[in-house]
């Protein structure tokens, strides 16, 4: 008859409880689940084993990350050997919460592990009386080990390089696109304002921005003279639309406007230029987010689209694991459930946020769907390389946007476009002699840096620089030039 032990991961370390017999306690669930919350009943059911703690913090991070991985390390290893040496392997069954773990364990070790039947709900017993059942524990102890090594674990899982964070992206394009939606309504509550003062600028000035801008210099359109027509002019860059928007304002059908209407017209004005100023910076931004995070896919599709794609799917790890045809319709998905529901009485979109992209609109209208398709393909591969490779490169981004443009080229001309294997082989030699080059580089400032190091402990510094050998040799001889 197979005895049934438990083994349980603490935050303190390896705990081996043995329970009454497997067939008594599998046949007696029921029992085991009303007698898990009482310390007594659950006594007579589960006696302490064996205990093995940790040595350090370090080494309970190192075996508690393995463990969920579900490895077996050297220490639970050996601890299980102490535990069960005078054991024969078929004599017991050991009760592990991680079926992965248990599949590990019986490989390594030739010890069968069960996870099931009874065993997850003596384990709930066990961590719900672990301190009680353990000697030199208790409830206040065990609670601060287990907070210890839980923000350990979380930093350790957490673990991401803070240049590579595509969180930034998704929040710079969402507020992007905010910018621009409140940039166009502002603009147009503005030209509604001023309009009552000066309509005529309207027609004159399209632009929102360069309107607002010139609002500014404007002003009362009463107090407008030939002198500003400079400043408009370099506002406007057209001197032709400087004078027309003086020469207007002389003979303008428009309203008077108080001061103090005016002043707020004026401040608003200048809010919508400060607006788009920030929206400026924010590209600026998010350009080079773009180009630390994903710069293959910023150089194939453009930074907007490859930011919008990123954050429509969630992560760049979530693209990188979607398929090319995914990646095709993403921001199309209720086109695509609406022909789904039709059942073919409308066809399933052929692109979503890729419509944005240069590509499709300079591809013939017989042509759409396959370059997008193609366009997809190659965002897929780019995704992927940005989100798995080390050093972030630009080369294979560029070599895919050729890749595009020649599929346009044949589209166009027939023209024969290189095969995908030449092609991503020489971005692989590219992206070895650029990595060879970086490598030497910094070997060669590890070196200075030791030479200036050495040269500082042997004395030779004068003035703050090092006085090397080779500098003195050159000193004596200029000194005997200087004396001949």
């Given at each position: 008859?197979?005895?049934?032990?438990?083994?349980?991961?603490?935050?303190?370390?390896?705990?081996?409880?043995?329970?009454?017999?497997?067939?008594?306690?599998?046949?007696?669930?029921?029992?085991?689940?009303?007698?898990?919350?009482?310390?007594?009943?659950?006594?007579?059911?589960?006696?302490?084993?064996?205990?093995?703690?940790?040595?350090?913090?370090?080494?309970?991070?190192?075996?508690?990350?393995?463990?969920?991985?579900?490895?077996?390390?050297?220490?639970?290893?050996?601890?299980?050997?102490?535990?069960?040496?005078?054991?024969?392997?078929?004599?017991?069954?050991?009760?592990?919460?991680?079926?992965?773990?248990?599949?590990?364990?019986?490989?390594?070790?030739?010890?069968?592990?069960?996870?099931?039947?009874?065993?997850?709900?003596?384990?709930?017993?066990?961590?719900?009386?672990?301190?009680?059942?353990?000697?030199?524990?208790?409830?206040?102890?065990?609670?601060?080990?287990?907070?210890?090594?839980?923000?350990?674990?979380?930093?350790a899982k957490v673990k991401f390089n803070v240049n590579r964070v595509d969180n930034m992206i998704i929040q710079s394009i969402a507020l992007l696109d905010q910018l621009d939606?409140?940039?166009n309504t502002f603009s147009m509550r503005m030209r509604e304002w001023y309009s009552y003062h000066y309509p005529e600028l309207s027609k004159i000035v399209p632009e929102n921005y360069t309107y607002a801008r010139v609002a500014q210099v404007i002003k009362n359109r009463k107090e407008l003279t030939?002198?500003?027509?400079?400043?408009?002019?370099?506002?406007?860059?057209?001197?032709?639309?400087?004078?027309?928007?003086?020469?207007?304002?002389?003979?303008?059908?428009?309203?008077?406007?108080?001061?103090?209407?005016?002043?707020?017209?004026?401040?608003?004005?200048?809010?919508?230029?400060?607006?788009?100023?920030?929206?400026?910076?924010?590209?600026e931004y998010l350009t080079s987010k773009m180009a630390g995070i994903a710069p293959n896919l910023a150089t194939l599709i453009g930074d907007q689209v490859g930011a919008r794609l990123i954050a429509h799917a969630g992560s760049l790890t979530n693209l990188a694991k979607a398929p090319a045809s995914t990646v095709q319709i993403l921001g199309a998905e209720k086109a695509l459930f609406r022909a789904l529901k039709?059942?073919?009485?409308?066809?399933?979109?052929?692109?979503?946020?890729?419509?944005?992209s240069t590509f499709i609109g300079r591809a013939g209208t017989a042509n759409k769907g396959r370059i997008a398709r193609y366009l997809a393909n190659k965002c897929s591969i780019a995704s992927r390389i940005d989100c798995f490779t080390e050093i972030p490169t630009k080369i294979f981004g560029e070599k895919l946007r050729q890749q595009v443009e020649d599929r346009l080229e044949?589209?166009?001309?027939?023209?024969?476009?290189?095969?995908?294997?030449?092609?991503?082989?020489?971005?692989?030699?590219?992206?070895?002699?650029?990595?060879?080059?970086?490598?030497?580089k910094k070997k060669d400032k590890k070196r200075k840096r030791q030479s200036l190091e050495n040269g500082q402990e042997n004395g030779h510094v004068e003035n703050g620089e090092v006085d090397t050998s080779?500098?003195?040799?050159?000193?004596?001889?200029?000194?005997?030039?200087?004396?001949?």
């Open positions: 008859m197979s005895q049934l032990f438990i083994l349980f991961e603490h935050a303190a370390g390896y705990a081996v409880f043995k329970v009454k017999e497997f067939e008594e306690i599998g046949m007696q669930l029921p029992q085991v689940e009303e007698s898990v919350k009482d310390l007594s009943r659950f006594r007579k059911i589960v006696t302490y084993h064996g205990f093995s703690p940790f040595k350090t913090a370090l080494s309970a991070l190192e075996n508690i990350n393995s463990v969920s991985e579900g490895i077996v390390t050297e220490d639970l290893k050996l601890f299980l050997d102490s535990s069960f040496g005078g054991f024969a392997k078929e004599d017991f069954v050991l009760g592990v919460a991680d079926p992965k773990l248990g599949a590990n364990i019986t490989e390594t070790l030739g010890i069968r592990c069960d996870y099931v039947n009874a065993v997850p709900e003596v384990m709930r017993g066990i961590r719900l009386h672990f301190h009680n059942l353990v000697k030199g524990f208790t409830a206040q102890t065990s609670v601060i080990a287990q907070l210890g090594l839980g923000h350990s674990y979380s930093r939606k409140d940039i030939d002198e500003k027509v400079a400043e408009l002019e370099e506002i406007v860059m057209d001197s032709a639309r400087a004078h027309a928007i003086v020469n207007a304002a002389k003979s303008s059908m428009g309203m008077d406007i108080s001061p103090v209407d005016l002043m707020n017209v004026e401040i608003f004005a200048g809010r919508v230029v400060a607006l788009v100023g920030y929206r400026k910076k924010m590209a039709s059942r073919g009485r409308s066809n399933t979109p052929k692109y979503g946020l890729l419509f944005h044949f589209y166009t001309t027939g023209k024969e476009p290189k095969k995908n294997l030449e092609v991503m082989k020489e971005a692989l030699i590219e992206t070895e002699i650029m990595l060879a080059a970086l490598e030497k080779l500098q003195k040799k050159k000193k004596k001889k200029k000194s005997k030039v200087d004396n001949e």
